[in-house]
């Protein structure tokens, strides 16, 4: 069977699964399977698979169509403009957490040798994305998962930033090392009740601990804001994503503890999604 072959089959599995992605998921993963990238699988259509390639393709089509995460299924995700290494214990980059990431670079035009906090840092994706962009700023990051820190890890040394990333596993209440000048954060932030109606591609596999933002989804912000108002300097930015219906209790957690609102930015999909916030 030729690669052609393998994918249509592949579709038509996943399209019977009611997969929208169906398509673009069977070309990743047939990347996967013959260790290739996406751009050599569209080019060599009709190059013959050998048996081991073949059954190692279909296995992750079956996988996927039991909603295993893509991402999961080849330990990587794009994410501003690198690849990042992914897995299981990590939640899944998201296009929308760009925003962050797009936030800090506008606002540090002009800025040398800052230094970032990156609370929950996961996968690294928000903070090594923009040390890679910013080759004189300096970073720190903590999350409570050790598996978290250790992708973070890998990820740094596959960018080449490592040298001026620190990480430590701990809680945010338990954290009080440094000033920084400006701190980044995408915290668990879905009603605890709700992450059982979310799609099962996240539900089912994407780690609770990132996910779940407590009874109201808000108890890790309260968190966030009260530790920042201590850990950022005079002036200092405070970067957060939001749930799309936390915008105004978002604001008043942050009111109170002292920060300036500087805006708040929408999604593609028309979403409140990121809030820019001055420590006065």
Not at 66 to 90: C, E, H, M, Q
Not at 114 to 138: A, H
Request: glycine letters at 4%; proline letters at 2%; aromatic letters at 10%.
């Amino acid at each position: 069977m030729n690669i052609e072959s393998a994918i249509r089959e592949g579709v038509k599995i996943l399209k019977d699964k009611d997969i929208l992605t169906a398509l673009l998921d069977t070309e990743l993963l047939m990347a996967k399977a013959v260790n290739k990238d996406r751009k050599y699988v569209l080019l060599n259509f009709y190059k013959k698979l050998n048996k081991k390639k073949l059954i190692n393709f279909k296995k992750l089509i079956q996988k996927r169509s039991k909603r295993k995460p893509v991402a999961y299924l080849t330990n990587k995700k794009f994410f501003w403009k690198s690849d990042f290494f992914i897995n299981y214990g990590t939640l899944i980059p998201r296009p929308e957490t760009e925003l962050i990431v797009e936030n800090v670079l506008n606002l540090t035009k002009n800025k040398y040798k800052l230094n970032i906090l990156d609370i929950g840092i996961g996968s690294g994706c928000i903070l090594l994305s923009i040390l890679n962009e910013r080759k004189d700023f300096y970073g720190t990051g903590i999350d409570l998962s050790q598996n978290s820190l250790n992708i973070s890890k890998i990820n740094a040394n596959n960018l080449n930033v490592s040298s001026r990333l620190k990480l430590f596993k701990t809680d945010v209440d338990k954290f009080f090392l440094g000033k920084y000048d400006l701190i980044v954060s995408n915290p668990p932030y879905i009603n605890n009740y709700n992450i059982k109606y979310l799609e099962k591609d996240v539900s089912k596999f994407e780690p609770k601990l990132a996910l779940d933002g407590g009874l109201d989804g808000l108890a890790v912000f309260r968190k966030v804001i009260k530790k920042s108002s201590k850990l950022i300097k005079k002036n200092g930015k405070l970067i957060l994503e939001i749930g799309f219906d936390q915008k105004t209790k978002v604001i008043n957690l942050l009111k109170k503890e002292g920060f300036y609102i500087n805006r708040t930015q929408k999604d593609l999909s028309r979403n409140d999604r990121c809030i820019i916030s001055t420590k006065i």
